[in-house]
């Protein structure tokens, strides 16, 4: 099982990026998917989720109204659409996908992680 992110870049505050996760060795669309992020000398966070039942979404409060999950099952492949980024949104995000209908905040819970992408937004 293998879970890829790719769609990290430098990006001017206020410009837009979209993430992909794309999953091989298990269908996406059997699992929550979690966004998670890790910026330098702070804890991870889960920023965003999709469950696997009625593709209900979670936002962490930081990115709610900016940020959007969501499926491709044709391509097994999330999204995380990110526009009005900030400076504050610098980190590395990394996807991961847990074998259960809903998401959760805890880390441990996923079962599959992918390497990481890295978002810088400066000026």
């Known amino acids: 099982v293998q879970l890829v992110e790719s769609g990290g870049d430098l990006v001017q505050p206020g410009g837009s990026l979209r993430l992909s996760c794309v999953a091989s060795?298990?269908?996406?669309?059997?699992?929550?998917v979690a966004w998670f992020r890790q910026a330098r000398g702070k804890e991870r966070e889960r920023i965003a989720c999709?469950?696997?039942?009625?593709?209900?979404?979670y936002y962490a409060p930081s990115v709610k109204g900016r940020f959007t999950i969501s499926r491709d099952n044709a391509k097994n492949t999330v999204y995380l659409q990110m526009n009005s980024l900030k400076p504050e949104d610098t980190a590395v995000y990394y996807c991961?996908?847990?074998?259960?209908?809903?998401?959760?905040?805890?880390?441990?819970?996923?079962?599959?992680w992918g390497q990481g992408t890295q978002v810088t937004v400066s000026s």
């Open positions: 991961a996908a847990r074998d259960y209908g809903l998401g959760s905040r805890y880390g441990y819970e996923y079962d599959y």
């Open positions: 999709i469950s696997s039942i009625d593709d209900d979404t």
């Open positions: 060795g298990i269908f996406l669309n059997y699992y929550a």
